[in-house]
């Protein structure tokens, strides 16, 4: 079962762990940064750290997602947790969270070429507007469930 988990230190340092096992580092971090600057990396996500989630399925850290409170949300995965419906899984969570966070519209930005990414709007029922190579998504945050009783009369 995927979670999220808000991203504190102890899980700074297992994203940075999984970044440079099992990650490409252009998709953990903006182009430039290399595993061996680990203080680049604390350094990026704790500009953000209130923004980060961990996802985690069955205990294990496998990628990072965000959402800011305007709605910004991105992630990576794990290369060994790709092709599993993490990705999914992980964006149905933040869409969950959202409420929480007083957020009714999510927004993506990523490109063609990212097609992993763009099915995982797809499928997450996102419209989509491209524009050459950009692709910007925006996904409805339905309104939180409220269980009511029986209506009078």
Not at 55 to 60: H, K, L, S
Not at 117 to 132: M, Q
């Amino acid at each position: 079962m995927i979670l999220l988990r808000r991203l504190d230190d102890q899980g700074l340092e297992r994203l940075l762990g999984l970044a440079v096992a099992d990650a490409d580092p252009a998709d953990v971090m903006p182009p430039g940064w290399t595993v061996d600057r680990p203080d680049d990396f604390r350094e990026f996500y704790r500009g953000f750290q209130q923004d980060a989630y961990e996802i985690v399925d069955d205990g294990r850290t496998v990628g990072m997602a965000r959402l800011t409170a305007t709605g910004e949300t991105g992630m990576w995965v794990a290369r060994r947790a790709r092709g599993n419906g993490v990705g999914l899984a992980a964006l149905r969570r933040v869409v969950e969270e959202a409420p929480r966070r007083g957020v009714r519209t999510i927004l993506a930005d990523t490109t063609t070429d990212n097609v992993a990414a763009v099915a995982i709007l797809k499928k997450a029922g996102a419209i989509l507007d491209v524009d050459g190579t950009r692709v910007a998504a925006r996904l409805a945050v339905p309104a939180p469930w409220t269980r009511r009783g029986p209506s009078p009369g």
